[in-house]
């Protein structure tokens, strides 16, 4: 027969002696504001999820934090060795350096996250207008010719034959079914996605919306 654990109910639950809800239960009683284990754990848990993260930073972000060096060199050690073993042992070294940070250093890191994953005003006014040029490209017939004016590194053919390619895939199979959007689609977007994000001069870079609001312009 096992022996009965000692222990007492609150509101109808058995709280055994020693066991963490007892510990609990009696700093409660004493009006400490003393973590509890549980809380400890989940901060742990919590710091060492913020350090994988951490891992994940673009390079000037990490810089503009300026953490402690021993941190630094951690995190570029875990990026440069693939041993599996060796990575375990950096990612809980990590951790434990996360949590000797102070409160406001951990709200930065926090933060820079946040803003890495946060499109850029740039990046949006990019997105529109890669959006913009797509579509005119494929229902201007002179769409094709005013762009080759403004990125003349542009491969002619190939964006000619995309567009052709669009026109065909996004006729509905039915009257009355919404236009399809295949692979040319796609391409015609990554295109003019990435000339308007690298300019074909450095000198005179290409404005976003170049040609936008100007359906007169030379073919």
């Keep these: 027969m096992s022996k009965l654990k000692k222990g007492y109910f609150v509101k109808g639950k058995f709280v055994a002696e020693g066991?963490?809800?007892?510990?609990?239960?009696?700093?409660?009683?004493?009006?400490?504001?003393?973590?509890?284990?549980?809380?400890?754990?989940?901060?742990?848990?919590?710091?060492?999820?913020?350090?994988?993260?951490?891992?994940?930073?673009r390079a000037e972000l990490l810089t503009r934090l300026q953490l402690p060096e021993k941190l630094l060199e951690a995190i570029a050690e875990y990026k440069r060795i693939t041993n599996f073993e060796g990575r375990r042992r950096l990612m809980?070294?990590?951790?434990?350096?996360?949590?000797?940070?102070?409160?406001?250093?951990?709200?930065?890191?926090?933060?820079?996250?946040?803003?890495?994953?946060?499109?850029?005003?740039?990046?949006?006014?990019?997105?529109?207008?890669?959006?913009?040029?797509?579509?005119?490209?494929?229902?201007?017939?002179?769409a094709v010719g005013q762009w080759v004016n403004i990125c003349p590194t542009t491969d002619v053919q190939q964006l000619r034959a995309l567009v052709r390619q669009a026109r065909k895939d996004a006729k509905p199979e039915k009257p009355g079914l919404a236009p399809r959007h295949g692979r040319a689609y796609r391409d015609i977007f990554q295109i003019v996605r990435e000339h308007l994000m690298h300019p074909d001069s450095d000198a005179n870079p290409t404005p976003l919306d170049a040609g936008l609001h100007n359906p007169g312009a030379d073919a």
């Design 19 to 57: 066991s963490e809800l007892d510990l609990e239960l009696k700093r409660e009683l004493k009006g400490t504001d003393e973590k509890s284990r549980t809380d400890l754990k989940r901060e742990s848990t919590e710091l060492q999820k913020l350090g994988e993260d951490l891992l994940t930073l």
């Design 92 to 142: 809980q070294f990590i951790g434990k350096r996360m949590r000797q940070l102070e409160p406001q250093t951990l709200e930065a890191i926090r933060v820079a996250l946040v803003e890495q994953h946060t499109p850029s005003a740039l990046e949006t006014q990019t997105l529109h207008a890669t959006e913009q040029w797509r579509d005119r490209l494929i229902t201007d017939d002179d």
